[in-house]
């Protein structure tokens, strides 16, 4: 069987879509001020890709992940394994079925885990949450679940009994990344998974992400600011400043022949960026 599933829709569809951050500087009775973060954004994400978002600090790579997650109100279309959405406006006058089965398709990893993940509460009973929210399973159908997901993020069946002060920020990421993967979503919004994380912690999030596309067919939408970090990962890119996407292609075409002077510059302004010829594979893992 192929990687990639028959169904050639896209699993993510952004269109023309454009937000503004409406906010009263003076107090509640201040003049309003709008900000404009999204300007026309278009992208779209197939079935099973890695797809990396990159672009410098503000630029509002979170804004379009909070966008797609329905968390903020935007004008445009965004479609989510076919599943139209209208911004916030819409969406509060939506059925909460509707919003059960955005969560269902969609869900995400953020940069700070220790922020994400309950304290209090036991890695288990963590893992299980969006189990018993959407009341799917019995109790001992949800134990399974939780103790296949621990396997699949890489963590053996001692951290059940964990609480998250007990981890490392590496491990608190698997704990975070397994919560989101609960539901069986289809697509995940890493929003700086990594940024937060020791390079080689990071590294094997990274891996571990790319194991569970492999596995799981999952599609990823990968948000840094490093364009290193996107190239290792990604299938797919798109370059994003001051709200707009700039250019968007697959990495190899990114990589050596980026055609906005602005993704130039950010290559030139990677370090680690391996070097390579179009003929030295650089990311030999895609031949796996
Ligand atoms: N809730 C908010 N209210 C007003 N402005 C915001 C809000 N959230 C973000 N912004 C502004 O929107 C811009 C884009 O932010 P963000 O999407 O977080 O950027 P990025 O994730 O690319 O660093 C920034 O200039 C930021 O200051
Ligand atoms: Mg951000």
Same mark, same amino acid.
């Given at each position: 069987?192929?990687?990639?599933?028959?169904?050639?829709?896209?699993?993510?569809?952004?269109?023309?879509?454009?937000?503004?951050?409406?906010?009263? &500087?003076?107090? =509640?009775?201040?003049?309003?001020? +709008?900000?404009?973060?999204?300007?026309?954004?278009?992208?779209?994400?197939?079935?099973?890709?890695?797809?990396?978002?990159?672009?410098?600090?503000?630029?509002?790579?979170?804004?379009?992940?909070?966008?797609?997650?329905?968390?903020?109100?935007?004008?445009?279309?965004?479609?989510?394994?076919?599943?139209?959405? @209208?911004?916030?406006?819409?969406?509060?006058?939506? &059925?909460?079925?509707?919003? &059960?089965?955005?969560?269902? *398709?969609?869900?995400?990893?953020?940069?700070?885990? =220790?922020?994400?993940?309950?304290?209090?509460?036991?890695?288990?009973?963590?893992?299980? +949450?969006?189990? &018993?929210?959407? =009341?799917?399973?019995?109790?001992? +159908? /949800? +134990?399974?679940?939780?103790?296949?997901?621990?396997?699949?993020?890489?963590?053996?069946?001692?951290?059940? *009994?964990?609480?998250?002060?007990? !981890?490392?920020? @590496?491990?608190?990421?698997?704990?975070?990344?397994?919560?989101?993967?609960?539901? /069986?979503?289809?697509?995940?919004?890493?929003?700086?998974?990594?940024?937060?994380?020791?390079?080689?912690?990071?590294?094997?999030?990274?891996?571990?992400?790319?194991?569970?596309?492999?596995?799981?067919?999952? %599609?990823?939408?990968?948000? %840094?600011?490093? !364009?290193?970090?996107?190239?290792?990962?990604?299938?797919?890119?798109?370059?994003?400043?001051?709200?707009?996407?700039?250019?968007?292609?697959?990495?190899?075409?990114?990589?050596?022949?980026?055609?906005?002077?602005?993704?130039?510059?950010?290559?030139?302004?990677?370090?680690?960026?391996?070097?390579?010829?179009?003929?030295?594979? !650089?990311?030999?893992?895609?031949?796996?």
């Amino acid at each position: 069987m192929g990687k990639y599933p028959l169904d050639a829709s896209p699993i993510l569809s952004v269109k023309d879509v454009s937000n503004a951050y409406i906010s009263r &500087r003076y107090g =509640a009775f201040g003049k309003k001020e +709008e900000k404009k973060v999204l300007n026309h954004v278009s992208l779209e994400i197939a079935r099973g890709e890695l797809f990396g978002l990159v672009g410098e600090s503000g630029c509002g790579k979170t804004t379009l992940g909070k966008c797609i997650l329905g968390l903020i109100d935007y004008e445009g279309e965004i479609t989510i394994d076919g599943l139209k959405s @209208g911004g916030m406006r819409a969406a509060r006058y939506q &059925r909460s079925s509707l919003r &059960r089965t955005r969560a269902v *398709k969609v869900q995400a990893v953020f940069q700070n885990p =220790a922020g994400a993940l309950n304290p209090v509460m036991r890695v288990g009973w963590l893992l299980e +949450e969006p189990l &018993r929210v959407h =009341a799917i399973g019995t109790k001992a +159908e /949800r +134990e399974k679940q939780v103790d296949e997901m621990l396997d699949l993020v890489g963590l053996d069946l001692s951290y059940k *009994k964990r609480k998250p002060r007990e !981890l490392s920020s @590496g491990q608190k990421q698997r704990v975070s990344i397994g919560c989101a993967l609960m539901l /069986r979503p289809k697509l995940i919004i890493a929003d700086e998974p990594v940024s937060a994380l020791d390079v080689s912690v990071g590294a094997q999030i990274l891996n571990l992400l790319r194991d569970l596309n492999r596995k799981l067919g999952l %599609s990823l939408l990968f948000i %840094s600011h490093n !364009l290193s970090l996107v190239y290792y990962l990604c299938d797919k890119i798109a370059v994003m400043r001051k709200g707009e996407i700039l250019e968007q292609g697959t990495a190899e075409d990114i990589y050596s022949n980026p055609q906005n002077a602005y993704t130039r510059e950010l290559l030139k302004a990677v370090p680690g960026l391996p070097v390579g010829t179009p003929d030295t594979p !650089l990311r030999d893992y895609r031949a796996l």
